[in-house]
């Protein structure tokens, strides 16, 4: 844990202003008048409305300089060790680095505190247009996102292509999940269908299972796709074996890819970041192990033989399926029962110690009520695009709470 005593002299002043804004819960609200407007001009307004209604936060959340320093040096940490020769046996073949990663963190008075890695992070897309929307200039703090952040993710699947392919130009993009038109996020893909086709590349959403393997590519009808963006939650492929085989063969470029998830985001990796000695043997820094071991909690692969001591213990602890993603069978161990607790022994999952997430105050219509908050850092080969807030009620994010949802994080500095 990132001890309070590392922020001295003014960062006391900035830590101090950051608790009383977010304790505000009329300071920063968004200018829902301009978020309509952006979303019409998208064209997702009424989808949004329809099927989203708690997508965008009420209010904008904000960090200290000091915690956004502390996420920019755990990211940069966790990057070097998972580079080390040791860190992983899967071997990268599709040449591709991965898009959209999403360091998630949780923010409080002792620091920023890492909470998990995903590799196909939701919501980037979302997020541009909220912060493009939010241009009033009187707001305290600064943006957390770099200039243009559209034209850097077309840039990103760009390069994740040149990677792949050289100088062949990219025509096709699918942009794929199971039964697409269902899912939460739907709006998004078509933000990055439309933001594919400003380019003059072709682009299409499907489901994996209408896709055709032939011996010179993959094929949606009668389109030859070059590069698939990832949005399925079976991070090994197993169960699109179409896509799997195409990506291994070559026959069609795959981002984010079943190789970036095993090295980054599959949750027993938290515990080996946890594990200074094992870091140590690794080759990692010993500055580096310094910074992990502060800003990610400690993390354990839980087993059988540990039952008498995580019972005991249980409010210390998160729980979470190795392979899970979007807080599916995650648990608070306060939480817990017993018969949750036994299938969380026989199963796949790992301890991490609690971490609180902040709090932020917002209105609701029956008075003002204080949300939890995470931060999200999309991530593109090591180098932060933009930073989100998503605030909720509950165990877990689940954009179900009225006031909640995405939300713009602004930096005093």
Not at 80 to 103: E, I, N, T
Request: charged fraction near 20%; charge should be negative; aromatic fraction near 8%.
């Amino acid at each position: 844990m990132i001890s309070s005593e590392w922020i001295l002299g003014e960062d006391v002043v900035d830590e101090m202003q950051v608790m009383s804004l977010n304790a505000e819960s009329r300071s920063a609200l968004i200018d829902r008048a301009a978020l309509e407007s952006q979303l019409q001009q998208a064209g997702i307004a009424e989808l949004v409305a329809e099927r989203c209604p708690h997508l965008y936060s009420d209010v904008m959340v904000f960090a200290s300089a000091t915690q956004v320093e502390q996420m920019r040096a755990v990211i940069a940490a966790v990057e070097r060790v998972v580079s080390l020769p040791g860190w992983s046996a899967v071997a990268s073949s599709s040449g591709a680095q991965g898009v959209f990663f999403g360091y998630d963190f949780h923010l409080n008075a002792d620091g920023a505190h890492l909470i998990e890695i995903n590799t196909n992070a939701g919501g980037g897309f979302l997020n541009a247009l909220l912060l493009e929307s939010q241009q009033a200039p009187v707001l305290p703090g600064t943006s957390l996102a770099v200039p243009h952040p559209e034209q850097v993710f077309l840039e990103m699947f760009l390069n994740e292509w040149r990677r792949a392919r050289g100088d062949v130009p990219l025509k096709t993009v699918a942009i794929v999940d199971e039964q697409p038109e269902s899912q939460y996020l739907y709006p998004e893909f078509l933000l990055a269908k439309a933001m594919f086709e400003r380019a003059g590349i072709t682009a299409m959403i499907a489901d994996p299972s209408a896709f055709e393997l032939r011996s010179d590519g993959l094929y949606l009808g009668a389109a030859k796709i070059d590069l698939i963006y990832n949005r399925l939650t079976d991070f090994s492929l197993a169960s699109t074996p179409n896509l799997l085989e195409a990506m291994s063969a070559g026959r069609v470029v795959l981002t984010p890819h079943p190789e970036a998830y095993a090295r980054y985001a599959d949750k027993r990796n938290l515990a080996r970041l946890t594990d200074a000695v094992a870091l140590h043997a690794l080759g990692a820094d010993v500055a580096d192990i310094a910074m992990l071991q502060a800003g990610v909690p400690q993390t354990l692969m839980v087993k059988p033989e540990m039952e008498e001591q995580l019972w005991a213990e249980r409010k210390q602890w998160f729980f979470k399926p190795n392979s899970g993603y979007g807080s599916k069978g995650a648990y608070r161990g306060d939480k817990l029962t017993k018969r949750v607790f036994a299938e969380i022994l026989q199963g796949d999952y790992v301890a991490q110690r609690l971490a609180v997430p902040g709090e932020r105050l917002v209105p609701q219509a029956e008075g003002d009520a204080a949300l939890k908050y995470d931060v999200r850092c999309y991530v593109y080969d090591g180098q932060i695009q933009l930073v989100a807030a998503r605030l909720y009620q509950g165990q877990t994010t689940n954009f179900r709470t009225p006031g909640g949802g995405f939300g713009c994080v602004r930096s005093l500095t």
